[in-house]
């Protein structure tokens, strides 16, 4: 590698620079901190993701190839990367209260966290098998961490566990895979994998291979049958985290998921079937496992399970549609989905934990503003007009019957209808229900800032899509 | 193009809402609250007033694009059939609003903000001119809708609005598809005059009908997908009601004006005694039920779905009688059920009870409001000198024409009515004063005579001199009809 290649692969890769150069210096001061500055500690770290955020706009100008063919920055890693500063700051924001609560007071948390956003921005921009891995391990390790951080309860605990195990037993998956890969190409790289097979793209081997592959990555998504971890995770894990991880991580997964499931090789191999059935798998098993959950948290997880199997129906549909539907579908999901969280955290205060549905009984009695945009985060999941979340699964339904797919967007509606009815059912006990007792919601200013915010972008993308929708649309790779 | 009316007319109502957000007092809110439909009932007066029933053409368009990546536009018109439902659903606004008036006691704001968000979606169904707007008004209805029906209902409200929620939503989910296929099939473009323009293979639109039916059968409600609708009316709120079967009910019938008919012509005629039959059995099964029924709500709520039946008999008639009835039975309709709805309402608030046996003799406790429901109750069952005569008589003119079977049936629907309505009206309004002595029954107040009386008098004016409101219907129905055959006999 030549000095100017070098300084060109670093200019692309300055914003993961910059996150992990910040991420090691807030892991320094934060020893010097005292407790009970956690002001600081989310500043610096927002300043930290806001300096990222510039740089990577700043260097968006053109299409970077970095690290001899291992790293890229083009248009379709910054929306991505957009997703994931978005996500990361929104979380950072609701955590200033929750921290104080729960007492997490360390340091290490912040730092977790931004490694984590840096995991996921090389995993947007990986475009070789084993950056994709590095990214990948950087990202699950820091949430493996987090998810356990609340160390003296035994439920964090053991969500943590659960997810290290199994997430490294999928990460050992994809592995496999990937040397597979390299054994019958002799490349780990994306784009050379299908300029070295000159015979059948369905030789038994590189089937094998692609299996392990898409196995390893559906994992991250919470794809059935690889859900099992999640669940638990989320609900064991700071509420702040889990939203976090249901936004950041899982985007990053099917920037991930795009790129390879995409690449000519893999799609020659009909990876679509596979897909199409793990989606409809997903979706059905997301949307009818929470009906009967009595969990707020838990509720949320199985929702984020039924939401992965549409957005891989976008996946499935392929193509330049497909491809941006997916993308809006994440950037619409992480405003929906980081907002009724937002509220979920909101609601922890003093003893209550505002975990179970029932808690919420009455909500719009005593708190009818906090109820409201609830009621708009719930639609907006359920996928009501004329929230973001509608468009967002039209959007999908259009790239699938543009395909030809018409029987999986019948299939994807369906289920559609089945996951409307949990949402409906927390807006009734919201709204129907008689108040049991006073609700005293952190009501601090950075909350209402950061639900007012997702508010927003919920019932914004929904009434003037054009924009996002160009946006996405514009960003597609290849196209 | 002067004033964007119709975009006036659609969102006048949210705007109140959103002025109603910052009122505390109830009073005043009631009263701006009033004061918005009556301003939107002011502005759909004056756009009928420079209405011309001289063309199909639609009237006060706008155009504005809004996803072009999607080809989807902001695009508001009124033609002859969509103005009539406008000024009902106006209409019915302001009467929702009176019949609110002291039966909503609690989180009064809340309540009338889902009314006027609901009305603007209602007239936005009406006005829309892209598909995918049209989706969004349709669809965005069920959360104000849901609330109505859940937050202030009676008993079983919980029950009644997840069914109402959930029936609905699964009825237009397949719409949308119906609607994505239908875009790819035609240059994609959510344009609806230029998917009515389109000449579509009879295999596709064989599918699309059956995915339009669906909703369109959910909302109508038709025969096998009914369930939902007498629970809804029974646990609604009077105000609930009132826009169920004045206005929600009848964008089931429009979908089918608007889409199924000149969009799918072929298959429309194809399955024509598909839906005449069903028809007749809604006819017939929703009088049947409306005859056992021991709830006032309940028996209303029953009548309707006889009564849709008519309307859609007369829209798959295909003919020109049977769709102008038709047209003029989906208003009819929305005044008369609404009036009894109504009624209900205002005899509810003052007993607290809708079993038809705990009444008798209504008439001398209560003289005028009795006349009254002695005027609608006529009306319901088709009177002659009433709004429904005429609709019903060119309905079954127009059924007769296309199947004496299906005529036979719509006209023993019309004998069931009577015997369900007159027993009604006997046992309530007539007999021993029981009455008076179970309740203390006061008569008609000012505030409920406003509420009154306009429906009253259409109901008398449609009945005796109907030409202005069939001219408004005619040319836009003839030409309808053109469509429908003219494509046809092209093949």
């Known amino acids: 590698m030549t000095a100017a290649a070098l300084f060109q692969s670093i200019l692309a890769s300055l914003p993961e620079i910059v996150v992990v150069t910040g991420a090691c210096i807030l892991l320094i001061l934060g020893q010097l901190v005292r407790k009970g500055q956690g002001d600081f500690l989310v500043s610096a770290s927002v300043a930290v993701v806001l300096v990222a955020a510039a740089m990577t706009f700043m260097l968006a100008g053109e299409v970077r190839p970095a690290y001899t063919g291992m790293f890229i920055a083009d248009r379709f890693s910054i929306f991505f990367k957009a997703v994931f500063y978005l996500a990361t700051v929104l979380t950072l924001l609701l955590s200033r209260k929750y921290a104080d609560i729960e007492g997490i007071g360390n340091s290490e948390y912040y730092v977790l966290l931004l490694l984590a956003l840096s995991g996921m921005m090389i995993m947007a921009s990986a475009s070789d098998l084993l950056s994709i891995y590095v990214g990948l391990e950087l990202t699950v390790l820091c949430t493996y961490v987090l998810t356990g951080f609340l160390r003296t309860q035994r439920r964090s605990n053991e969500a943590a566990l659960k997810y290290v195990i199994l997430g490294s037993v999928s990460t050992g998956i994809f592995l496999y895979g ?32 692609v299996v392990f592959i898409v196995a390893g990555l559906v994992f991250k998504v919470g794809a059935v049958p690889f859900h099992m971890w999640l669940p638990d995770a989320y609900e064991g894990a700071p509420t702040t985290i889990t939203a976090f991880m ?168 369906l289920l559609s209808v089945v996951a409307a009815y949990f949402y409906i059912r927390i807006a009734m006990v919201i709204y129907m229900r008689e108040p049991k007792r006073a609700f005293t919601p952190a009501l601090t200013p950075l909350l209402r800032a950061t639900l007012a915010f997702t508010a927003a972008g919920t019932i914004g993308i929904g009434l003037f899509p054009a924009w996002f929708l160009r946006l996405a649309q514009h960003s597609v790779f290849g196209g | 193009m002067g004033l964007p009316l119709l975009s006036l007319i659609v969102f006048a ?116 001119l892209d598909l995918f707007l049209f989706y969004v008004f349709w669809e965005a209805m069920l ?142 099964y929703g009088g049947l039920l409306a005859l056992a029924q021991d709830d006032l709500k309940k028996l209303v709520a029953y009548s309707s779905i006889s009564h849709m039946g008519f309307v859609t008999l007369g829209i798959f008639a295909l003919n020109l009688r049977g769709l102008e009835g038709a047209i003029l039975q989906m208003f009819n309709h929305g005044v008369t059920t609404g009036a009894l709805f109504l009624f209900v309402g205002l005899i509810y608030e003052r007993t607290h009870t809708r079993s038809i046996a705990d009444y008798g003799g209504l008439m001398k406790a209560a003289p005028v409001f009795s006349a009254f429901l002695a005027l609608f109750t006529l009306s319901s069952m088709a009177l002659p000198g009433t709004n429904s005569f005429v609709g019903e008589l060119l309905v079954l003119s127009g059924g007769f024409a296309a199947n004496l079977a299906v005529g036979a049936a719509a006209v023993l629907g019309a004998l069931l009515s009577a015997a369900y309505l007159l027993g009604m009206y006997g046992k309530v309004a007539l007999g021993p004063a029981s009455v008076g002595a179970l309740f203390k029954i006061r008569d008609v107040n000012a505030r409920e005579m406003v509420a009154i009386l306009p429906l009253a008098l259409l109901v008398l004016w449609l009945g005796l001199y109907p030409k202005p409101f069939l001219g408004i219907i005619d040319t836009s129905a003839k030409h309808l009809m053109v469509q429908m055959h003219g494509k046809e006999s092209g093949q």
Not at chain 2, 74 to 80: I, K, P, R, S
Request: aromatic share 12%; charged share 10%.
């Open chain 1, 246 to 413: 249901s936004v950041g991580p899982k985007a990053a997964g099917f920037a991930v998921i795009l790129r390879v499931f995409l690449n000519p090789l893999v799609a020659a191999s009909n990876v679509w079937i596979i897909v199409a059935v793990i989606a409809v798998a997903t979706m059905a098993l997301g949307s009818f496992v929470a009906l009967v959950q009595d969990n707020f948290k838990r509720l949320l997880a199985y929702s984020s399970i039924a939401h992965a199997g549409f957005a891989l129906f976008g996946v499935v549909a392929g193509g330049t549609d497909g491809i941006a539907s997916v993308m809006l579908y994440l950037l619409i999901y992480s405003f929906m989905n980081i907002g009724i969280f937002g509220t979920v955290i909101m609601m922890r205060n003093d003893d209550f934990s505002g975990e179970v549905i029932e808690d919420y009984a009455g909500l719009a009695k005593q708190h009818p503003g906090l109820a409201l945009v609830m009621l708009l985060f719930l639609f907006s999941l359920a996928g009501i007009p004329p929230t973001a979340g509608f468009f967002a699964k039209f959007y999908v339904l259009v790239a699938l019957v543009e395909r030809g797919f018409v029987m999986l967007a019948v299939i994807a509606v």
């Open chain 2, 143 to 284: 959360i104000p809708m849901y609330l109505i029906i859940g937050v202030w209902g009676g008993e079983g409200r919980v029950y009644a609005a997840f069914k109402f929620f959930l029936y609905t939503l699964a009825g237009s989910v397949l719409f949308l598809i119906g609607v994505i296929v239908l875009y790819f099939n035609s240059g994609r473009t959510f344009d609806i005059l230029a998917l009515t323009a389109q000449n579509l293979p009879f295999p596709i639109q064989s599918w699309l009908f059956f995915a339009f039916l669906v909703a369109f059968a959910v909302k109508v409600p038709m025969v096998p997908v009914h369930t939902w609708l007498p629970d809804a009316h029974v646990q609604a709120p009077t105000a609930g009601s009132i826009i169920l079967a004045g206005v929600l009910l009848k964008m089931g019938a429009y979908g089918f004006l608007r889409f199924s008919l000149p969009m799918l012509p072929e298959a429309s005629a194809y399955y024509s005694p598909l839906m005449l039959a069903l028809s007749a059995l809604a006819i017939v």
């Open chain 1, 178 to 209: 990937v040397s597979l890969v390299y054994g019958l190409t002799g490349t780990t790289q994306l784009d050379g994998m299908a300029a070295a097979v000159t015979g059948d793209p369905r030789d038994p081997g590189l089937l094998l291979a």
């Open chain 2, 13 to 128: 109502p949210t705007a109140g809402a959103a002025v109603l957000m910052f009122l505390r007092s109830d009073n005043a809110i009631r009263w701006t609250a009033l004061a918005t439909t009556v301003l939107d009932l002011a502005l759909c007066i004056a756009m009928l007033a420079s209405f011309d029933t001289t063309t199909h053409v639609t009237q006060f368009t706008e155009r504005h694009s809004w996803v072009p990546a999607l080809g989807i536009s902001y695009a508001l018109g009124v033609d002859g059939i969509s103005a009539l439902f406008v000024f009902l659903t106006a209409l019915l606004g302001s009467v929702c609003v009176l019949a609110s008036w002291a039966a909503i006691n609690r989180k009064v704001k809340e309540f009338m903000v889902s009314l006027l968000v609901m009305q603007a979606l209602m007239l936005g169904v009406f006005c829309a």
